[in-house]
């Protein structure tokens, strides 16, 4: 009688990561309702996770593509309680200076709307564009709940270009303890066909060598293997994002005439880390640009 052969190390390896798959789907849809419970459920399944992240911090990337669009998440641990996040991002003229820090977000103004504040974010196609050439999203800035034991801020913009809509940035937090929060960082948006078949041209062509965070297997040399094409994209984009709203929270502590700067350069060391993903600019080249930015608009208006 022929004995069943032991089962490989990559066995192993896929058969924990479907498991894991499966727990951090349940939670996933057990955060759809968005509370604090959910969002502790999730913290307490993401444990290990976090504090083996590849990232070398308390971080944990996802990324899926929805019915229509596509979403990335971010799932950290930071050093700022609660409090201090909800205080950050109490107003949109707040969002608007978190949201620059992105080396391809190049205005922000905010107006009064019928639905609330509207903050409208002039986008460029690459870093290296004109401001004539940006693209505008206007978002409604929306604080769903607020209370000590959690937070729910969102922007919502209808439409983008190129037939994108729905866009949503999203943070949710509940506190660890006085001086850390768990956060959940949310980025997406819905595409029709144009607008995927555009996307999917531009990574197939320029951003061929583009790719994401999500390891799927490895390279002939050892190397990871790293998810490419539209994945790939929102998680470079919630990862920037992410990193804004971190490099802003950071300057909380800072004298006020030192912040700005101080936040740019903390937004660009953060990106840095994470050169394959990340890198697309020196910082010389990004500070000149947002230096010409404050100097053409000034800092974001009410």
């Given amino acids: 009688m022929n004995t069943p052969a032991a089962p490989s190390p990559w066995f192993r390896i896929g058969l924990g990561l479907m498991l894991w798959l499966m727990a951090f789907g349940a939670a996933q849809a057990a955060l759809e309702a968005g509370s604090a419970p959910a969002l502790r459920e999730l913290h307490h399944k993401l444990g290990d996770a976090l504090a083996r992240s590849p990232l070398k911090r308390p971080i944990v990337l996802d990324s899926r593509e929805t019915d229509g669009g596509l979403q990335g998440d971010v799932y950290a641990v930071v050093d700022h309680s609660l409090d201090e996040v909800q205080r950050a991002l109490d107003a949109s003229a707040q969002w608007c200076e978190m949201l620059l820090l992105h080396v391809n977000n190049r205005r922000c103004r905010v107006a009064p709307g019928a639905a609330g504040e509207t903050l409208t974010l002039s986008v460029v196609p690459r870093y290296d564009k004109p401001i004539d050439q940006a693209f505008e999203l206007s978002f409604v800035r929306r604080t769903a709940q607020a209370a000590r034991d959690y937070l729910l801020i969102d922007l919502r913009a209808d439409s983008g270009p190129m037939g994108t809509s729905g866009y949503r940035v999203m943070v949710e937090g509940i506190p660890l303890g006085e001086h850390q929060s768990f956060l959940h960082f949310a980025y997406s948006y819905e595409h029709n066909m144009v607008a995927r078949l555009a996307t999917m041209a531009y990574l197939a062509t320029f951003g061929s060598e ?31 994002y992410f990193l804004a709203l971190e490099a802003y929270l950071d300057g909380l502590s800072m004298p006020a005439a030192e912040r700005t700067g101080k936040r740019q350069l903390r937004w660009f060391e953060a990106v840095e880390r994470y050169p394959v993903q990340l890198h697309e600019i020196d910082l010389a080249t990004y500070l000149a640009a947002k230096r010409e930015d404050r100097q053409r608009d000034g800092p974001p208006a009410r």
């Fill in 210 to 240: 583009k790719v994401g965070f999500t390891v799927i297997g490895k390279k002939p040399n050892g190397d990871p293997d790293y998810i490419r094409g539209l994945r790939g994209l929102v998680e470079r984009n919630a990862m920037r």
